[in-house]
């Protein structure tokens, strides 16, 4: 059974502070590279998880606003910081302090991605818990998924803005 079709179980798996999950895509998101510590704690063997989209592991908790926002960094030639629920195969989740970064051909062009997951602090998994619940609802309160994550990313916008902070100073103060 894939993740998509597990029940969630409310159990968190955690890894450890010394380990980093770690894997690669291509440009369309397809997982080309997934080390040990992704396969242990994914649940999914590697011949699960290479060719197959890397929202295979996309949690439902977590907000469509902070994808878009990730692509949009990451497909620009940009490195993007975020804490993320992942969801395993079975329907356990587990927490990542995500750093995504592309990665570029000889050419100079974007040939894919690369992302190094760690353990996050639990003050900062909190922190996200609530401001991706506000997103969530915000995401919820539109009929088109499309308005929905709109208007998430805005309120988004709307919080860092009170806060005075840039998304990556928000990020990387949690």
Not at 131 to 137: D, N, P, Q, V
């Amino acid at each position: 059974m894939t993740s998509r079709g597990a029940t969630l179980t409310g159990h968190e798996r955690k890894f450890g502070s010394d380990e980093i999950i770690v894997s690669k895509t291509n440009l369309k998101g397809i997982i080309t590279y997934a080390n040990d510590v992704f396969l242990r704690i994914s649940g999914f063997s590697e011949a699960e998880l290479l060719g197959r989209p890397h929202n295979i592991v996309r949690h439902p908790d977590m907000p469509r606003c902070v994808y878009r926002l990730l692509w949009q960094r990451i497909t620009a030639g940009h490195e993007i910081f975020a804490y993320v629920v992942n969801r395993a195969q079975n329907g356990d989740h587990y927490w990542v302090f995500a750093h995504v970064t592309p990665v570029f051909g000889p050419d100079g062009a974007i040939a894919g991605y690369h992302s190094s997951r760690r353990r996050p602090e639990r003050g900062a998994v909190t922190a996200a818990t609530g401001l991706y619940a506000l997103l969530r609802e915000e995401e919820a309160r539109h009929r088109s998924p499309a308005d929905g994550m709109t208007a998430a990313a805005e309120r988004l916008d709307e919080i860092l803005r009170g806060k005075g902070v840039s998304y990556d100073e928000f990020v990387l103060g949690l």
